[in-house]
């Protein structure tokens, strides 16, 4: 007896593990690992939904659509009260629609809106499903429940959740819909509740032309902190789209290369492709050539450092 308890036991703690090592493989990028993990969990075991929710992250990471929803369908179908389960089963129908053709997209669209819409009920302080379906509102003709007036709403709704997220939500449905005063307000209240997120502010100003602004974001950041990564590749960044304070942003980019940037950060690849566009600013076409080069053997995804590589290869 004593031997049969300790066989189901560690049967039960194997079953255990295999969502939460399935899990962290997931996270480690290392799928098929993970595949391998969650598919042993089968139909009858009290882990199967989470199981089958982490092999739908495993194959929409992989770019398997049709098989992340699958997975994703088979979850809800063994439990329905997650919302993360919903959120993500209408992501992927939206990643699925983008590829669509105009009658599958309408046939989709009701999916992904009700499956977003299910989290939210089940969720109410979910960001992730509400910013979906903030998507959905601002894409989706009137005839199919398309609405920018629904979608100010549901980023208003985010902001009491979630406040500088709420104030860049509300910028960006302002900015789509070319209502660019509104737009400043709610990114400057944006950077004022989280200053991680002032460089966002600064892109605001670089889609306006108005670098002077840029400049002075920055400039207040490394008042503040000389040593700020983020403010002197903003500095560079910025000179090398507007084609002011050349020198300054050169002499900027050159110090970020000396640093190793933090995830999320950016990298020295477009640190190179900025350098490489104030080189070509200058007439210098020979280094920004080797620069563009340089960029796109760390990121060969760089659109701006391909067509630049073009235009100095002429």
């Known amino acids: 007896m004593r031997i049969l308890l300790f066989i189901l036991f560690a049967t039960a703690s194997v079953f255990g593990q295999s969502v939460t090592t399935g899990k962290q493989l997931w996270e480690q990028k290392k799928y098929a690992e993970a595949r391998k993990q969650l598919l042993a969990i089968k139909k009858d075991h009290k882990d199967y939904a989470a199981a089958q929710y982490y092999l739908g992250r495993v194959a929409f990471d992989e770019k398997k659509y049709d098989e992340a929803e699958a997975f994703f369908e088979a979850a809800i179908e063994t439990n329905d009260?997650?919302?993360?389960?919903?959120?993500?089963?209408?992501?992927?129908?939206?990643?699925?629609?983008?590829?669509?053709?105009?009658?599958?997209?309408?046939?989709?669209?009701?999916?992904?809106?009700?499956?977003?819409?299910?989290?939210?009920?089940?969720?109410?302080?979910t960001v992730d499903a509400r910013e979906s379906l903030i998507q959905y509102y601002l894409q989706a003709p009137a005839i199919a429940g398309g609405s920018v007036d629904k979608a100010i709403e549901l980023a208003n709704e985010i902001k009491k959740l979630k406040p500088a997220e709420g104030y860049r939500q509300l910028g960006n449905i302002y900015y789509r819909e070319k209502r660019f005063a509104e737009a400043e307000k709610e990114f400057i209240a944006m950077?004022?509740?989280?200053?991680?997120?002032?460089?966002?502010?600064?892109?605001?100003?670089?889609?306006?032309?108005?670098?002077?602004?840029?400049?002075a974001i920055s400039d207040e950041a490394l008042k503040q902190n000389p040593d700020d990564m983020a403010a002197t590749y903003q500095i560079g960044k910025l000179s090398a789209l507007s084609g002011l304070q050349l020198d300054r942003g050169e002499a900027a980019l050159k110090k970020y290369l000396t640093y190793q940037?933090?995830?999320?950060?950016?990298?020295?690849?477009?640190?190179?492709?900025?350098?490489?566009?104030?080189?070509e600013k200058r007439g210098k076409k020979t280094e920004a050539k080797s620069l563009y080069q340089l960029a796109l053997k760390g990121d060969a995804t760089l659109k701006e450092a391909?067509?630049?590589?073009?235009r100095v290869s002429k």
Request: glycine share 6%.
């Open 261 to 279: 940037p933090q995830k999320n950060e950016p990298s020295h690849a477009g640190a190179n492709m900025r350098l490489a566009q104030i080189m």
């Open 81 to 125: 009260k997650v919302a993360e389960y919903h959120t993500w089963y209408g992501n992927t129908l939206g990643t699925i629609a983008s590829d669509a053709n105009i009658f599958k997209q309408a046939s989709l669209g009701p999916k992904m809106k009700s499956a977003w819409e299910k989290a939210v009920k089940l969720d109410p302080k």
């Open 191 to 215: 950077a004022k509740v989280d200053a991680t997120l002032t460089p966002g502010l600064a892109n605001f100003y670089v889609l306006q032309k108005q670098f002077d602004k840029a400049f």
């Open 306 to 310: 391909l067509e630049g590589l073009e």
